[in-house]
C-alpha cells in the first residue's frame, strides 16, 4: 500500500546479509554507548542525503546491526500486519551475553519466554534473544514477516527457488514457516496473522 517495508541495497563486494536498524535520538551518543558495553562501530555516523543518519556495529557476540537517527525518513510505514515485518529474532550461542547488551543499549525490558529472551518496551514485544548453533548460521538478527497464509508462501517460497527449512511450527499465538531465500541464502521466517 505504498508504505515503506524494507530497503534493499548493493554492495560490489558484498555477500547478501539482513540488517536490523535501531532508531535512536542521538547516534552519536549510542555508539559510545555500545563501545562501553563490549560492541564494536565499524561504519561510524553518516548522514544519508536528507533522510537521517546511520551506522553500522557489530554487538558482542558477532551479530551486524545499524543504527538510523531519522531526519526526513523515520522508517517503516507498517508493522504488524499481513506483507509486513512483525518480529525480529537474534539467533547467537550467547542470549544472555547478547541480552545484556541490547537492554542496555535499546532501554529495553526484557522477559523470558521458554528458552527465548524477549525485549520489550512498554508492554509492546519487539524482538527475541534465541540460541542458535554457530555449527549452522553466524550470529545474526533474522526478520520474521507476518504473513496471511503459510502454505501460499511456501508456494511462492519453491517457485521462486528458496528452500523451506522448516514446514510450519506452532507458537504462542500462530503458527511460523522458515526458508532460505535464493541469492543471499539467508533465513527469514514468515508468521501466518492468524491460525485460523
Known amino acids: 500500500n505504498g508504505e515503506p517495508i524494507l530497503g534493499i541495497g548493493e554492495q560490489a563486494d558484498g555477500h547478501g546479509v539482513w540488517v536490523t536498524y535501531f532508531t535512536t535520538d542521538d547516534i552519536q551518543a549510542t555508539c559510545q554507548l555500545i563501545s562501553e558495553q563490549g560492541g564494536q562501530v565499524f561504519f561510524p555516523p553518516i548522514q544519508i542525503m536528507s533522510l537521517g543518519w546511520m551506522a553500522l556495529v557489530v554487538d558482542p557476540v558477532g551479530a551486524l546491526h545499524g543504527l538510523w537517527q531519522p531526519l526526513d525518513f523515520h522508517g517503516f510505514g507498517v508493522m504488524y500486519e499481513p506483507n509486513s515485518l512483525g518480529w525480529f529474532d537474534h539467533v547467537s550461542e550467547d542470549t544472555h551475553l547478547a541480552g545484556k547488551y541490547y537492554q542496555a543499549v535499546l532501554d529495553a525490558g526484557s522477559m523470558e519466554e521458554g528458552e527465548m529472551k524477549i525485549l520489550t518496551r512498554g508492554e509492546q514485544w519487539f524482538a527475541s534473544i534465541s540460541h542458535g548453533n554457530s555449527e549452522e548460521q553466524s550470529a545474526q538478527w533474522m526478520p520474521v514477516y507476518v504473513v496471511d497464509s503459510l502454505d501460499r508462501i511456501k508456494s511462492k517460497v519453491r517457485d521462486l527457488g528458496g528452500e523451506i527449512i522448516i ?30
Do not use: L, N
Open 167 to 196: 514446514e510450519e511450527m506452532e507458537v504462542p499465538g500462530s503458527a511460523i514457516s522458515v526458508f532460505r531465500e535464493p541469492v543471499m541464502k539467508r533465513y527469514i521466517t514468515v508468521m501466518a496473522a492468524s491460525t485460523s
